[in-house]
Nanobody, 121 residues
């Protein structure tokens, strides 16, 4: 399984970015996709999950109301629209693939390569 993430870059506080992650496998439709991030010197933390079994979307408290996760089954892609970005959103963002919805990095089966988001004040 390969996950190819894209869309990171520099942005000013208050701005927006859209991250995308494409999965190589046909099992995408049954795969729980999500996003994690890791700020410099900190542990990787869960950001958001899309559960394909009930189309449920879940968000960490720090991004709720600002980020939106979506998926395109035709393109095997999961997206993360990030609005009203803050400097504390800075970090490497990783897309994830797992068998069930999870906030735990240990439950993730596959990781994307990471894409850097830098939010300046």
């Amino acid at each position: 399984v390969q996950l190819q993430a894209s869309g990171g870059g520099p942005v000013q506080a208050g701005g927006s970015l859209r991250l995308s992650c494409r999965m190589s496998e046909r099992t995408f439709r049954r795969t729980v996709m999500g996003w994690f991030r890791q700020a410099p010197g900190k542990r990787r933390e869960w950001v958001s999950t899309f559960n394909p079994y009930d189309n449920g979307t879940y968000y960490g408290d720090s991004v709720k109301g600002r980020f939106t996760i979506s998926r395109d089954n035709a393109q095997n892609t999961v997206n993360l629209q990030m609005n009203s970005l803050k400097p504390e959103d800075t970090g490497v963002y990783y897309c994830s693939a797992s068998a069930w919805p999870t906030m735990a990095t240990g439950d993730v089966n596959h990781w994307g390569q990471g894409t850097l988001v830098t939010v300046s004040s």
